[in-house]
């Protein structure tokens, strides 16, 4: 096991699960139609705690699955050594843990005729198309996850277990999909938004409409803008 395996498997767990809730939650003829924000929050929540679990049983002891959280480390030790090489096992594992969520609705999606719904399932989108609200947005989130995660992990709390650390960072997690995610859906991870978003670009989905690509640039670079803030906050 390495490090790459280990961020490959804990994010291909982490959509998985993360995108399977939403899938549960949108989908026609799914036993958990419309069982709203509140499971779609607590779902990806769990993600987080399983998706670091295998990440790290795997042989990734930072246990990222986050882009946005590898560039803020890597700002901050001024190691960029491993940074392409989490970047692209994140990327990959949520490629391949959107392509799993597929298979498993596979007969849900013909029945689902309405693309916007599809497209939700893999990819983010705004409550409301406002580019420097929507960019905010994500800015805040991630930089309240690097921080939270920081927090959690910091010097001062060395006596936490990593496994309720785990569950902690899931908790944060929660948090910010309840408080800050009804505006664009909390990517909040590079990673989370573009492995999904060209799953489903590349699937053969029934129904499914445009992938949104004038959009997905933003989930991409105000994770990284909000990592970098955090990163430097931190440092001060």
């Known amino acids: ?21 939403v899938a ?20 990806w929540a769990l993600a987080v705690i399983f998706g670091i679990f ?14 946005a959280v590898t560039l803020s480390v890597c700002i901050q030790t001024g190691d960029f050594s ?16 959107a392509l799993l969520v597929y298979l498993h609705y596979l007969p849900h999606w013909k029945k689902t005729t ?10 983010t989108d ?16 991630t930089i309240v996850l690097v921080i939270g995660i920081h927090s959690i992990f910091a010097p001062s709390n060395n006596a936490l277990s990593p496994a309720f650390g785990a569950c902690l960072v ?35 989905i029934p129904n499914k409409g445009t992938s949104n690509w004038k959009y997905a640039w933003l989930p991409i670079l105000a994770p990284i803008a909000g990592a970098g803030i955090a990163a430097s906050l931190l440092m001060l």
Do not use: C
């Open 1 to 21: 096991m390495n490090e790459w395996t280990g961020e490959f498997f804990g994010t291909l767990v982490l959509i998985l699960l993360g995108d399977g809730v």
């Open 24 to 43: 549960g939650a949108l989908l026609e003829h799914s036993k958990a139609k419309n069982s709203g924000w509140i499971s779609i929050t607590a779902g």
């Open 54 to 67: 295998v990440a790290k049983a795997f042989g990734s002891p930072g246990a990222h699955l986050n882009p």
């Open 82 to 97: 491993k940074l392409l090489l989490y970047i692209s096992a994140q990327i990959s594992g949520a490629f391949f843990g």
């Open 114 to 123: 309405d693309p916007s719904l599809i497209l939700a399932v893999f990819s």
């Open 126 to 141: 705004p409550a409301i198309s406002y580019t420097i609200a929507n960019f905010l947005s994500e800015v805040f989130g």
């Open 170 to 204: 899931g908790a944060l997690v929660f948090a910010i999909g309840l408080s800050m995610g009804g505006t664009t859906g909390y990517a909040i991870n590079p990673a989370r938004d573009l492995g999904p978003r060209l799953a489903h670009y590349l699937l053969p």
